[in-house]
């Protein structure tokens, strides 16, 4: 022969089966990955959801949707810094 790569060799029907079922595997795999994650994100958001609710439970004398913070009637323990200028800062993000 003169060197040239031949072309009359292929992989054929088994190369085809080969790879035809590479590609199933994938598939079979990718899905029951977004299964196992989608359920994995509800459980997390369930415990999240019972451990405030636990938290809420916890506490009697606080009422829901009230901040920690003083009340009208009462007066901080210490007072907030005042800005200068008129500017407030910004936190970094």
Do not use: C, D, W
């Given at each position: 022969m003169n060197g040239a790569p031949s072309t009359l060799v292929s992989p054929g029907l088994w190369g085809f089966f080969?790879?035809?079922?590479?590609?199933?595997?994938?598939?079979?795999?990718?899905?029951?990955?977004n299964a196992r994650m989608r359920r994995m994100s509800y459980r997390s958001e369930e415990l999240a959801r019972e451990a405030e609710q636990e938290r809420a439970a916890s506490r009697p004398d606080s009422e829901p949707g009230r901040a920690n913070g003083p009340t009208s009637g009462e007066s901080p323990e210490t007072e907030p810094p005042?800005?200068?200028?008129?500017?407030?800062?910004?936190?970094?993000?």
């Open positions: 080969a790879f035809f079922l590479l590609g199933l595997a994938l598939y079979l795999l990718m899905r029951n990955m005042q800005a200068s200028g008129g500017q407030t800062e910004e936190p970094n993000r």
